[in-house]
């Protein structure tokens, strides 16, 4: 009964942002983050936030433009991208596990929603 349920996708140009929202219901998540895969290329890890501390992890590409935060309470993580460029250009998934989230992905995955970046 796990259901994951993205949401704020959409075009945007280069230098613009987007929040991505993902409710998760059916469980409790210690681990929760994104990856995302463009054309062509494999599902890459972007970010991830644990339950015991809140801090969050980020592949290279993304640092400082974006940040992962949860809202525990709701059961929600978040995805705040600023600076997008076309490199951005994915579609991104929501990933949940009840322990952690290792780079190749934890237990519980969403659909995915598209987010494009194009001037």
């Known amino acids: 009964q796990v259901h994951l349920v993205e949401s704020g996708g959409g075009l945007v140009q280069p230098g613009e942002s987007l929040r991505l929202s993902c409710a998760a219901s059916?469980?409790?998540?210690?681990?929760m983050g994104w990856f995302r895969q463009a054309p062509g290329k494999e599902r890459e890890y972007v970010a991830a936030?644990?339950?015991?501390?809140?801090?969050?992890t980020y592949t290279d590409s993304v640092k400082g433009r974006f940040t992962v935060s949860r809202d525990d309470s709701k059961s929600m993580v978040f995805l705040q991208m600023n600076d997008l460029k076309p490199e951005d250009t994915a579609v991104y998934y929501c990933?949940?596990?009840?322990?952690?989230?290792?780079?190749?992905?934890?237990?519980?995955w969403g659909q995915g929603i598209q987010v494009t970046v194009s001037s």
């Open positions: 936030m644990g339950r015991r501390d809140y801090t969050a």
């Open positions: 990933n949940v596990d009840p322990v952690m989230i290792p780079r190749i992905g934890g237990r519980y």
């Open positions: 059916g469980g409790f998540f210690a681990g």
